[in-house]
C-alpha cells in the first residue's frame, strides 16, 4: 500500500495567515492526490484534486501544488471557516490510502 | 443534487455481522453515469480508511486489508449500496461514511483522477457486547 505522510499534524494560525500544509507519498503518484477539509461532526469535503485543480464551488484562496511524492496544500489567507482538519488522499493505486490529517487550529 | 444518505444499526456485537446500506437521492438513478460508489470509515481521533467500492455492473474494489470480511453489492432498483463486514471486533468501532467515487477531468480534458465527491453525513457504528 501506498503510505501518505502529512506534516505537521497540527498548527495553529491567525486569520489572515498564510498557511501551507504537506505531503509526501511512499513512492511516486503523479498527480493522483486529492484533498479534502473536515469540520468536527461532519463528513469530509472535496477541496483539490488531480494535486492542484479547485473543486467547483470551492474559494480560490485554496491551492494544490506538487507532484510526484511531493504535495501541498495552501491556504492564501485563512479565514474563520478554514479551522478544521485537512487530509490527502491517493488515487493512484488500489487502496486509496489517506493521510493522517493536520489539525489547524487557532492562535 | 445527489445525496448520500447510510442507515443502519449503530451497535453491534463482537463476532458479528455489520451491515450498512447507502440511499443515494436527488441525481437520479444510481446507474446514471460513471460513477463508483464507495465506503470509507473514520475510528473516533483518527484517519479515513477506504473499505472498498462497487460500479453499478457489480464489479468490486476493496481493501486487502479488509478483504476477507468485506462484502459490498448495490441494487438498483432501490438506488442503494451496502456493506457487509463480518465477524467484527471493537476495532471495528468507527464512523461509516458512503460516497460517490468520480472521475474528475482536468487539463485539457484528457485525464483524469479518481476523488470523493460527494459524502453521506456518517453513521456511528459501536461494537460492544
Known amino acids: 500500500d501506498i503510505q501518505m505522510t502529512q506534516s505537521p499534524s497540527s498548527l495553529s494560525a491567525s486569520v489572515g495567515d498564510r498557511v501551507t500544509i504537506t505531503c509526501r507519498a511512499s513512492q511516486s503518484i503523479s498527480n493522483y492526490l486529492n484533498w479534502y477539509q473536515q469540520k468536527p461532526g461532519k463528513a469530509p469535503q472535496l477541496l483539490i484534486y488531480a494535486a492542484s485543480s479547485l473543486q467547483s464551488g470551492v474559494p480560490s484562496r485554496f491551492g494544490g501544488s506538487g507532484s510526484g511524492t511531493d504535495f501541498a496544500l495552501t491556504i492564501s489567507s485563512l479565514q474563520p471557516e478554514d479551522f478544521a482538519t485537512y487530509y490527502c488522499q491517493q488515487t493512484y493505486s488500489s487502496p486509496w490510502t489517506f493521510g493522517q490529517g493536520t489539525k489547524v487550529e487557532i492562535k | 443534487q445527489v445525496q448520500l444518505q447510510e442507515s443502519g444499526p449503530g451497535l453491534v456485537k463482537p463476532s458479528q455481522t455489520l451491515s450498512l446500506t447507502c440511499t443515494v437521492s436527488g441525481g437520479g438513478s444510481i446507474s446514471s453515469g460513471s460513477y463508483y460508489w464507495s465506503w470509507i470509515r473514520q475510528p473516533a481521533g483518527k484517519a479515513l480508511e477506504w473499505i472498498g467500492r462497487?460500479?453499478?455492473?457489480?464489479?468490486?474494489n476493496y481493501n486487502a486489508s479488509l478483504k476477507s470480511r468485506v462484502t459490498i453489492a448495490v441494487d438498483t432498483s432501490k438506488n442503494q449500496f451496502s456493506l457487509k463486514l463480518s465477524s467484527v471486533t471493537a476495532a471495528d468501532t468507527a464512523v461509516y461514511y458512503c460516497a460517490r467515487d468520480t472521475r474528475l477531468y482536468y487539463g485539457s480534458g484528457t485525464y483524469y483522477v479518481d476523488a470523493f465527491d460527494v459524502w453521506g453525513q456518517g453513521t456511528m457504528v459501536t461494537v460492544s457486547s
Open positions: 462497487i460500479y453499478t455492473s457489480g464489479s468490486t
